[in-house]
């Protein structure tokens, strides 16, 4: 049985390809020094050129269908305001819709129903952040209620994090290089790389937008970008002797 089992098993294998086969086996490195197993971080700064911010509409209504059809209303002029402002269709995508019955609470009395909350809220990416703030003023103009972020990041960092990379590998040559010397020894070879992912440093949690609407004659909305960390780690090991 077991004879018949080991051959079933070598059969399998053989008819696995060669690259499938080639995917299950890791080469280890023989070394004859002393291995040195570090980690290191690349680090670009850039300016953010997206901000990425929810609008949407609440309305409050006695009936879910007075709710709802107010809602709409509204919220077809918001989308409007964004067409207007040139934002693509691929740039607005809808986040949620919502209906909840509203209640009022009396101490020792049962919850009495008071009417309807309905909320639409769209996701929206600015690509142009000098006209983003222009574009919040506009929406809250057309009956937008409410609106949160931004979230600004980069568009397409992959240029970045290759940059990133780079830093990461002379900045793990160079620490490899440190140690060696202090142990007395020299860098022979390097001997893996693993990279641990890229990673976009978070800013500071983004807050609700407000407006006092008597004094939109007065002050403008402003998106100031600063700038953004972008980092790549990666896990590196060398051989000393």
Known sequence: ???TLLTAMALGAASLPASAMAQTVA????ISGTRLDISA?????RVPDLAIISAGVQTLQPTATGAIEENATRMEKVRAALKRAGIDDKDIQTSSINLNPE???????PPRLTGYRASNTVNVKFRDLKRT???????V????????????????PEAAYDEARVRAIAAGRARAELYARALGKRVVRL???????GYQVPPPMPVAYARDMAAQSVAKTE??????ELQVTLSMSFELQ
């Open 223 to 228: 998106i100031d970008p600063g700038t953004q």
């Open 133 to 139: 703030g222009a574009i919040l003023d506009a929406l």
């Open 103 to 109: 209640y009022r609470y009396v101490e020792n009395q």
């Open 27 to 30: 080469t280890v490195p023989v």
């Open 1 to 3: 049985m077991r004879k």
């Open 41 to 45: 971080t690349g680090e670009v700064t």
């Open 141 to 156: 103009a057309e009956g937008a209620n409410q609106i949160n972020g931004p979230n600004l990041t980069i568009d397409k």
């Open 191 to 197: 001997l893996t790389v693993s990279e641990g992912g």
